[in-house]
């Protein structure tokens, strides 16, 4: 009996103390969990944390340079700088300032030593923001279309593979700068029937913001038709490799006027680059009819 009771008491004590162990353990868990979720990222910037620092992470459309506030080397530059200065004055952190700006002016913007962590950053707050696969455009005909989410003119998100089942004309535009060339092509499609029926639809993709487009469309109504998406991170025109084609006049940070046809299957069967940036509704529809 006594055997009995003194193992019984022995077992107690090993229960006791397992459990406030586990108890602990428990605690110390839940603990690093909440700490974990309270320290911050990696600065985008580095350990200087300088708001000048900034400029320096950002390269110049026209010259590829590291912009430079002393040394301003175009309009695009200063309108970049500017931007900056505003986002800066306007009390946000560093990092959302950098965000700001790449999603502005694109991914390629960023100088090559920080591009992938801001890359990883903007694809961590929006993971459908950059597409699935990167082609080459000389060898895309035969390949799969990359799909994509980006926003439309409508304020909603628009993938490519809503369209599947249609034939899809991608036209990659400079956007608003690109006038009246791109924004001839873009009106035309809106207002071609064979381009908006239930076998085919055609989708411009500008870098600019929509906020730009829906002020031009108001001022120019015949453009309300065109079906437009906003590509501000260059991360879908990355992906279909038209940033430094012949058609590009700011090769590497904006695209020119380019086209891909993708059947209904998702599949590329048709490219044109063309730095004459003519309207082609003509040529594309008869390479539409080649894969009816």
Request: aromatic share 10%; glycine share 6%.
């Amino acid at each position: 009996m006594f055997t009995s009771k003194k193992n019984i008491v022995i077992a107690a004590i090993i229960l006791a103390a397992f459990a406030g162990g586990f108890f602990s353990y428990s605690m110390m868990s839940a603990n690093d969990s909440k700490n974990a979720k309270k320290m911050p990222t990696a600065s985008l910037i580095g350990p200087s944390d300088s708001p000048d620092d900034i400029y320096k992470m950002f390269l110049c459309p026209c010259c590829g340079q590291a912009l430079d506030k002393k040394k301003i080397c175009c309009g695009m530059a200063g309108e970049m700088i500017n931007y900056i200065d505003s986002l800066i004055a306007s009390g946000i952190s560093n990092d959302k300032v950098i965000i700001k700006t790449a999603e502005k002016y694109g991914i390629n913007s960023v100088v090559e030593s920080k591009r992938a962590a801001v890359q990883a950053e903007l694809a961590r707050q929006n993971p459908d923001a950059f597409p699935k696969g990167k082609l080459s455009f000389f060898n895309a005909v035969g390949q799969n279309a990359p799909d994509f989410s980006l926003e439309s003119i409508e304020g909603a998100t628009a993938k490519l593979s809503d369209y599947k089942g249609k034939n899809v004309v991608l036209f990659f535009t400079e956007g608003s700068m690109c006038y009246p060339a791109c924004w001839d092509q873009m009106s035309s499609f809106g207002n071609d029937e064979r381009f908006n029926n239930e076998d085919t639809v055609v989708l411009s993709i500008t870098p600019d913001q929509r906020s730009e487009w829906q002020k031009i469309i108001q001022k120019v109504p015949k453009m309300s038709k065109a079906r437009i998406l906003f590509d501000s991170t260059r991360a879908v025109s990355s992906a279909y490799d038209v940033l430094s084609l012949a058609s590009s006049m700011h090769k590497g940070s904006y695209p020119g006027h380019t086209y891909f046809i993708v059947d209904k299957e998702g599949v590329i069967r048709y490219t044109m680059d063309d730095p004459k940036m003519a309207l082609r509704n003509d040529e594309l529809f008869s390479e539409l009819n080649k894969i009816a």
